[in-house]
């Protein structure tokens, strides 16, 4: 069973940064496309950014320009840079990996368990 773990979350000032890990564990499996959502309070989970296993991004457009996305195949960790962070930046975000285990598995997607960022002064 493969898992996925996020780390770096927590308080920052407006214009600060903070740079989110996502972590996959487990054995015997592929990572493919993984991606970053987020979910503030009263709202429904939106897209942040998504990126290929050959390195293609796609960002929503409130974050372009502040937010990277990347990753480390050989570490199966990804990673998603924040900077000039803002107070609606503020929710639980959460990692997710389209996986498929090894050899013969079927492909779906799994999520992690979310950390909090919290934009405020």
């Known amino acids: 069973q493969v898992q996925l773990v996020e780390s770096g979350g927590g308080l920052v000032q407006p214009g600060g940064s903070l740079r989110l890990s996502c972590a996959a564990s487990g054995r015997n499996f592929s990572l493919y496309a993984m991606g970053w959502y987020r979910q503030a309070p009263g709202k429904e989970r939106e897209l942040v950014a998504t990126?290929?296993?050959?390195?293609?991004?796609n960002y929503a457009d409130s974050v372009k320009g502040r937010f990277t996305i990347s990753r480390d195949n050989a570490k199966n960790t990804a990673y998603l840079q924040m900077n000039s962070l803002k107070p609606e930046d503020t929710a639980v975000y959460y990692c997710?990996?389209?996986?498929?285990?090894?050899?013969?598995?079927?492909?779906?997607?799994?999520w992690g368990q979310g950390t909090q960022v919290t934009v405020s002064s």
């Open positions: 990126i290929t296993s050959g390195g293609s991004t």
């Open positions: 997710n990996a389209d996986v498929k285990a090894n050899p013969g598995g079927f492909q779906y997607r799994k």
